[in-house]
């Protein structure tokens, strides 16, 4: 399957500092990407959808100043974490699929998020 | 009642057994996803689903669109199987996905 590379797979950060986390799809253009935020044995839950070239849209509940996406090319989306809190500690996970009607979406690694 | 429930949550297995994961859906969708978590957390997407059945190796996956439902099975596993099995639809409505809960599967040598 195609590759999509998050950076950093880790980081520990303090309080009140910023965080950014990248996406990279390796082999391909992708036209959406999300980004996901999954608790301790919780399932992924649906941060924001990204559209190259376009606003992010953010699902119900976060915070688009706290959580900014920028997605300025087809294969590279990040997230940052803005004054970030231990609250925020968490795993983040991007997924990244190409245009098309059910084009199949790929997953990166994750990062691992701590705040301290 | 969660939009797509899995079971069994919880499964463990000797080495060389034949595994089923099941997965229903109650909405409208585009297509299913089997995804595969390892404890260091990266997704693995193993199969995407509209019909049919799709074969992969060992893992075989399954999906009646009219019953909403999907199976996933693994034959003759193996300890490099365990890990977190999850079951995503892609809603026609929204298409976002939706994600079960998850299986997690232990393989015993």
């Known amino acids: 399957g195609a590759v999509v590379s998050q950076h950093p797979s880790w980081v520990i950060c303090k309080s009140g500092t910023s965080v950014k986390i990248e996406c990279r799809s390796l082999?391909?253009?992708?036209?959406?990407m999300f980004w996901y935020r999954q608790f301790p044995k919780q399932s992924l839950m649906l941060m924001a959808t990204?559209?190259?070239?376009?606003?992010?849209?953010?699902e119900q509940g976060v915070e688009k100043d706290k959580f900014l996406i920028n997605h300025a090319s087809l294969t590279l989306s990040t997230l940052t974490v803005t004054s970030a809190h231990p609250e925020d500690s968490s795993f983040y996970i991007c997924?990244?699929?190409?245009?098309?009607?059910?084009?199949?979406?790929?997953f990166g690694q994750g990062t691992r998020l701590t705040v301290v | 009642k969660n939009e797509v429930e899995q079971s069994p949550q919880n499964l463990t297995a000797q080495e060389g057994e034949f595994i089923t994961i099941n997965c229903s859906y109650s909405?409208?969708?585009?297509?299913l996803h089997w995804l595969q978590q390892h404890p260091g957390g990266g997704i693995v997407s193993l199969f995407m689903?509209?019909?049919g059945k799709k074969k992969h190796g060992r893992l075989i996956a399954t999906i009646n669109i009219q019953e909403k439902h999907s199976s996933l099975h693994i034959t003759a596993s193996h300890p490099r199987d365990s890990a977190v099995y999850i079951c995503?639809?892609?809603?026609?409505?929204?298409?976002?996905?939706?994600f079960g809960t998850g299986t997690r599967l232990q393989v015993f040598p």
């Open positions: 997924s990244a699929r190409a245009q098309g009607v059910n084009t199949e979406a790929f």
């Open positions: 082999d391909f253009q992708a036209t959406t």
């Open positions: 990204s559209n190259e070239g376009s606003k992010a849209t953010y």
């Open positions: 909405v409208g969708i585009s297509a």
């Open positions: 689903l509209s019909s």
């Open positions: 995503a639809v892609r809603s026609y409505n929204t298409d976002k996905l939706i």
